[in-house]
């Protein structure tokens, strides 16, 4: 199982190339696979922020967080990914094996590269939802703009890209801690502690209740989650959130973190992470 789980993380990233990495993954002579699902469920997960560079510059990589380890607040970053059928539900792909048992064995980590709705949208029965038109007309603009080479171009497209997005939106998004962080106890909300570092891979987008789609960077990353919520966005399809700056912890502390989504229909999804434990 080890091995298959290791082509399935050589495939995603072979297919997104520098995930994570790249600000603007829209890039020249590619087509797009829009899904539409709603959200009714979701799992958060652990990850950190990776820095590392080559000859070409300095990057940062959001990668998955080893079991038993220490990390500072500033490295760490706390995602959750979404889907509209639970992973139990999940038939196995005759190709790529039973995500469920890769699951069940790597847990979150699976979720920076290869979350739920990215393996269902290689399915022939990927269990999507009812297509918006509106949606994916204004995403199809952002997406294939005039940079880019639109699917329906008489020239040859070099890359696929699946891209998911979401049908639900949210009015209110939660984040509570099972232990005192930076001076907050445990259960208090924390919403205010957390900014938005990125979103999944060719995913660098927001696509409002009212559906308008914006993918301005100034306006999608690095900001507060109120001023997220502000869009009043549908579901991201995956996010990834980190402290702002100044937030830290004075011992060293194990905690979870409980995500919990409130939607429009005020639905609530909770999900917790994975116990991590801080150092200062």
């Known amino acids: 199982m ?47 922020i990776k820095k590392f560079s080559d000859e070409w510059g300095n990057y940062t990589r959001i990668s998955p967080f080893k079991k038993d380890t220490t990390i500072k607040t500033s490295d760490f970053v706390l995602g959750f990914t979404t889907c509209n059928v639970d992973i139990k539900d999940m038939k ?3 190709y790529r094996g039973d995500y469920q048992e890769e699951y069940k064995k790597y847990g979150g980590n699976m979720f920076i590269d290869y979350p ?10 990927n269990m999507a939802d009812e297509k918006d038109p509106v949606i994916e007309t ?5 997406l294939e703009s005039s940079k880019t080479r639109t699917a ?11 891209v998911d997005y979401r049908l639900t ?3 209110d998004i939660k984040i509570t801690c099972s232990a005192e962080i930076a001076g907050r106890a445990a259960g208090q909300s924390l919403i205010d502690l957390f900014v938005v570092q990125g979103y999944y891979e060719h995913h660098n987008f927001i696509v409002t209740s009212n559906k308008n789609v914006i993918t301005d960077k100034a306006r999608i990353k ?6 997220y919520l502000s869009y009043k966005p549908m579901a991201p399809a995956e996010i990834f959130l980190r402290f702002k700056e100044g937030v830290n912890v004075s011992a060293p502390v194990t905690a979870q973190f409980t995500v919990e989504l409130i939607t429009g229909e005020d639905k609530s999804i909770k999900t917790t992470a994975a116990a991590v434990k801080f150092v200062p």
Not at 138 to 142: E, G, T
């Open 2 to 48: 080890k091995t298959k789980y290791v082509y399935f993380i050589v495939l995603a990233l072979a297919i997104s190339a520098c995930s994570h990495i790249e600000d603007n993954d829209f890039i020249e002579g590619t087509s797009y696979i829009l899904t539409a699902r709603k959200c009714n469920y979701a799992w958060a997960f652990n990850a950190y």
């Open 92 to 94: 196995k792909h005759p």
């Open 116 to 125: 739920p709705f990215n393996a269902l949208s290689y399915m022939t029965e």
């Open 138 to 142: 204004r995403l199809r603009q952002q």
């Open 152 to 162: 329906n171009s008489d020239l040859p497209t070099t890359v696929l890209i699946r």
């Open 169 to 171: 939106w949210l009015k």
């Open 222 to 227: 690095g900001i507060s989650l109120s001023q």
